[in-house]
């Protein structure tokens, strides 16, 4: 079983910055791919960005490119997303997630977290 835990939401300014944790435990083997999800009220949960654990390579959505950047220690079998130059439309709670393939569609998705919130004031 796998076990997702993020850490490292909060309150911030617009403008400024949080990272967030995802330590991951458990049989992930066979799961190469981590992405950060958000869901603000009223919405549907939307893609943020991916990363493989074997390659690193990572897929962003276009409203974070640029701004946000994932990263990942294998060692630890943690993911970060770090969040720089916020806005309120970031206001969301932010989940990670585990599985096999790329993917932006929270379906191919089969192990997550129970998410953090961030809330960005403006």
């Known amino acids: 079983q796998v076990q997702l835990v993020e850490s490292g939401g909060g309150l911030v300014q617009a403008g400024g910055s949080l990272r967030l944790s995802c330590a991951a435990s458990?049989?992930?083997?066979?799961?190469?791919?981590m992405g950060w999800f958000r869901q603000a009220p009223g919405k549907e949960r939307e893609f943020v960005v991916a990363?493989?654990?074997?390659?690193?390579?990572?897929y962003y959505a276009g409203s974070v490119k640029g701004r946000f950047t994932i990263s990942r220690d294998n060692a630890k079998n943690t993911v970060y997303l770090q969040m720089n130059s916020l806005k309120p439309e970031d206001t969301a709670v932010y989940y990670c997630?585990?599985?096999?393939?790329?993917?932006?569609?929270?379906?191919?998705?089969?192990?997550w977290g129970r998410g953090t919130q961030v809330t960005v004031s403006s």
């Open positions: 458990g049989r992930i083997f066979g799961r190469d791919v």
């Open positions: 990363i493989t654990w074997s390659s690193g390579y990572t």
């Open positions: 997630a585990a599985g096999i393939t790329m993917a932006t569609l929270t379906a191919q998705y089969d192990y």
